[in-house]
């Protein structure tokens, strides 16, 4: 009897880190022992943003959505005892990938490693991060420079390296349609790829295309999305061989990697989400001709907060089971064939192919970020008012409502909750990393560096000598910043009313006849303090507001509290809501509170929303928050009746 020759699974990760570089470390090496063949590292906010722990704009955000790497000893604390080697690494990392790519460099050199071995990935996909999740440092074109320092570095030193993750799945996040989500991934890889042309020698070139890998999501409707998958494959293909005439089949490989939808998780009998992330995964596992090259999972519980170690293991488990019990690696392709799949991938490949020739008449992806970005905030406009018409169903949250209480819910509330006390103990121990450190050597690389970013060089080299000299992720970027600029990148609302009026016309109502008592109109300021950048939530809110005839202000990511404050005073708000889904929640409301209160505006209320525990709302309503909304908080036409309610009570008081 022959033999059955099964495939390789894919690599198994978990998108992990959080708190410490020495508690994601035990995490990582217990992750390992269970099976796990890959990491997956989450960085935390300001060391995503280019800021040291220490700075004003990381108040609360230090060890929150993952760990914090202010300079070499953090990285080197982050892998001890993990041989960077053998290992494949996966870095979820964009304006500051070169720095922790060096970083990681210089760790790997410290073990005594061949860095031409290494293997594993950093994002550094600057442009979605502009249409979706708001980590970005400098302005477009020099980013997209900053990617190309690190793909041409790769190629010469770290050939194994994957030095860009084109990254559609937080376009997806975002509310793309499986059309957008092809088309503007594509676009960023065309304008990549662009901009390396001239990077290497002609004959090389092939080589340097067949290092560019994705990152992709993969939602619920997992027909469309396995046949999205298969229209990727397609079109990649077509684009390697007639845009840039790669002849060699292996060079013009879709590989990518996934992490399934955590957009579609609820908060709403959690429980659920074991099934919608199961099903995801076979989306993209399913089809042998468009399967993942590494796939790693949200836990059952990411929509209440941060997921526990069991919590993470439970969604590995997963992946375990699917490819080591069941026979799916045993086949060919189960799809090739199908009449249904192919009709379905021929219509998603003509979509995004009118999109893709309408952003090249644009003139790439750099120019259109605009427009792209307008267009993700009106199709997850679309979605959300799908799933409150009821029009779309998502069990346990608009059908299927009723619902025992869940035994997964301990007494831990279900989630982990990062100590307080380790920022203060980050911040600490940079400190002593500065006190100890050689600052003339130092101020010597960093001069070194703002030569080479001033000049045009490729700043990886000077970013690894800045790295073994000692200096620190704020220091690096700060030079960046220096060189390049900075940016702040469209929110994608527009001031003008859109014509969603259908269903608003008792809501506009209200809103004119609270105007009419004010003697001018409604104003709602929405604020995003700190550094998150997921800025989905806040561009729905102040979109649906602005349709229920208020006036609004929205400036976008990343205020400080003084500047909320000083805006709310400015604009004579009426409310002011703030958008946080970092976790950071209690001390950044707390600082807006004391000083809305010092400016005199300690009457206005204040309504909050993000992914916040029960016991933080109790403490945020505690400290004066009028009201607190969650993911769970779906009907957006609810809050924007609060709205009305609380300036009327306001009218009242007063």
Known sequence: MTEIQKDKPWLIRTYAGHSTAQASNALYRSNLAKGQTGLSVAFDLPTQTGYDSDHVLARGEVGKVGVPVSHLGDMRTLFRDIPLEQMNTSMTINATAPWLLALYIAVA?????????????????????????????????????????????????????????????????????????????????????????DRVPEQDFPVLVGRISFFVNAGIRFVTEMCKMRAFVELWDEICETRYGIADEKMRRFRYGVQVNSLGLTEQQPENNVYRILLEMLAVTLSKNARARAVQLPAWNEALGLPRPWDQQWSMRMQQILAYETDLLEYGDLFDGSPVVAAKVAALKEGARSELANLDSMGGAVSAIEYMKSRLVESNSDRLSRIEAGETTVVGVNKFTTTEASPLMTGDGGIMVVDPAVEQDQIDRLTDWRATRDNDAVQKALTALREAARSGANVMAPSIAAAKAGATTGEWAEVMRQAFGTYRGPTGVSGSPSNRTEGLDDLRAAVDTVSD???????????KPGLDGHSNGAEQIASRA??????????????????????????????????????????????????????????????VGGIIPEDDARKLAGLGVARVYTPKDFELNTIMMDIVALVNQELIAA
Request: charged fraction near 25%; aromatic fraction near 6%.
């Open 546 to 607: 602005r349709d229920c005839g208020m006036d609004i202000t929205y400036d976008g990511i990343r205020m400080t509290p003084d500047e909320i404050v000083n805006k709310a005073k400015e604009e004579n708000a009426h409310v002011v809501g703030l958008s946080i889904l970092s976790g950071s929640h209690v001390p950044l409301v707390e600082d807006v509170l004391e000083k809305m209160k010092t400016a005199g505006l300690g009457h206005i209320p204040l309504i």
């Open 517 to 527: 008592k004010l003697g001018r109109r409604l104003k709602f300021l929405v604020g």
């Open 109 to 197: 050199e410290e073990q005594g490693a061949d860095i031409t071995k290494l293997q594993g990935t950093v994002q550094n996909d600057i442009i979605k991060e502009y249409l979706s999740r708001g980590t970005y440092i400098c302005p477009p074109k020099p980013s997209l420079k900053l990617i190309a320092d690190v793909a041409e570095y790769c190629y010469s030193n770290v050939p194994k390296w994957n030095p860009m993750n084109v990254c559609s799945y937080h376009l997806q996040e975002a509310g793309a349609t499986p059309e957008q989500e092809l088309a503007f991934a594509l676009a960023t890889a065309q304008a990549v790829l662009d901009a390396l042309k």
